[in-house]
T-cell receptor, first 111, second 114 residues
Framework: RKEVEQDPGPFNVPEGATVAFNCTYSNSASQSFFWYRQDCRKEPKLLMSVYSSGNEDGRFTAQLNRASQYISLLIRDSKLSDSATYLC????????????FGSGTRLLVRP | DGGITQSPKYLFRKEGQNVTLSCEQNLNHDAMYWYRQDPGQGLRLIYY???????QKGDIAEGYSVSREKKESFPLTVTSAQKNPTAFYLCASTPYPGEDTEAFFGQGTRLTVV
C-alpha cells in the first residue's frame, strides 16, 4: 500500500460546482498534513495546511479524520483558475522527517 | 527575498554523461530534498538531507548522487547509471521539522536526454 494515496482524476466540473478530493495515508503517527497546488510545468505551492479541527480559507475547506486516516479538500464555487493538480502531503514527523507526497488529483474546471 | 533557486531551468544531456543540478536556498532551512516528477505523475523522493554533511536515500536513489557540504546548497548529480533521466526535477527545503512544516520549492529543472 502506498504511504499516501489520492484519486488521480481528472475531475471535470463546470464553473460554480463544488468538488471534493480525498487523500488517505498509512502512517497513523503522521502529524502534519498539507494540500499543495501544482500548475502545469510549474513547482508545487502550498495551498493550505490541514488542522485537526478543520480549517477554511475562502472557498477552500480542509478536513482531517485521524480515525480513518484521511484528509479532504473541498472547493466551493469552482473557478476556471482552480484548474490544476492538487497534491496531498504528509509529514510523519518521525525519525526520517521526510515529506511524503501523493501523486496528485487533477482538476479541470470548464466554462 | 528568501527562497530556493534551481539552475539551470532546462538541461540537455547526452547519453553516458553525468550532469549536476544546482539547488541553493537562503531560508536558513536545515532540511533539503530532491524530487523527480514524470509527466502526469506525482513527486518521487530521490534524496534528502536533514543537516550538513548528512543525507539519506529516498525511494528512487539509484543512478543519482548528492552532497551537502554547506547548509545552503544541495546539488544533485544525475549519473550515467540512471537509465531514464528525462524528467522534471524539483528541489525543496523545510525548516527543522515542527508541527507545521511547509515545504518551499525551487522552480525546477527540466532534464532531457538527447
Amino acid at each position: 500500500r502506498k504511504e499516501v494515496e489520492q484519486d488521480p482524476g481528472p475531475f471535470n466540473v463546470p464553473e460554480g460546482a463544488t468538488v471534493a478530493f480525498n487523500c488517505t495515508y498509512s502512517n497513523s503517527a503522521s502529524q502534519s498534513f498539507f494540500w499543495y497546488r501544482q500548475d502545469c510545468r510549474k513547482e508545487p505551492k502550498l495551498l493550505m495546511s490541514v488542522y485537526s479541527s478543520g480549517n477554511e480559507d475562502g472557498r477552500f475547506t480542509a478536513q482531517l479524520n485521524r480515525a480513518s486516516q484521511y484528509i479532504s479538500l473541498l472547493i466551493r464555487d469552482s473557478k476556471l483558475s482552480d484548474s490544476a493538480t492538487y497534491l496531498c502531503v504528509v509529514n510523519p514527523v518521525d525519525s526520517s522527517y521526510k515529506l511524503i507526497f501523493g501523486s496528485g488529483t487533477r482538476l479541470l474546471v470548464r466554462p | 527575498d528568501g527562497g530556493i533557486t534551481q539552475s539551470p531551468k532546462y538541461l540537455f544531456r547526452k547519453e553516458g554523461q553525468n550532469v549536476t543540478l544546482s539547488c541553493e536556498q537562503n531560508l536558513n532551512h536545515d532540511a533539503m530534498y530532491w524530487y523527480r516528477q514524470d509527466p502526469g505523475q506525482g513527486l518521487r523522493l530521490i534524496y534528502y538531507s536533514q543537516i550538513v554533511n548528512d543525507f539519506q536515500k529516498g525511494d528512487i536513489a539509484e543512478g543519482y548522487s548528492v552532497s551537502r557540504e554547506k547548509k545552503e546548497s544541495f546539488p544533485l548529480t544525475v549519473t550515467s547509471a540512471q537509465k531514464n533521466p528525462t524528467a522534471f526535477y524539483l528541489c525543496a527545503s523545510t525548516p527543522y521539522p515542527g508541527e507545521d512544516t511547509e515545504a518551499f520549492f525551487g522552480q525546477g529543472t527540466r532534464l532531457t536526454v538527447v
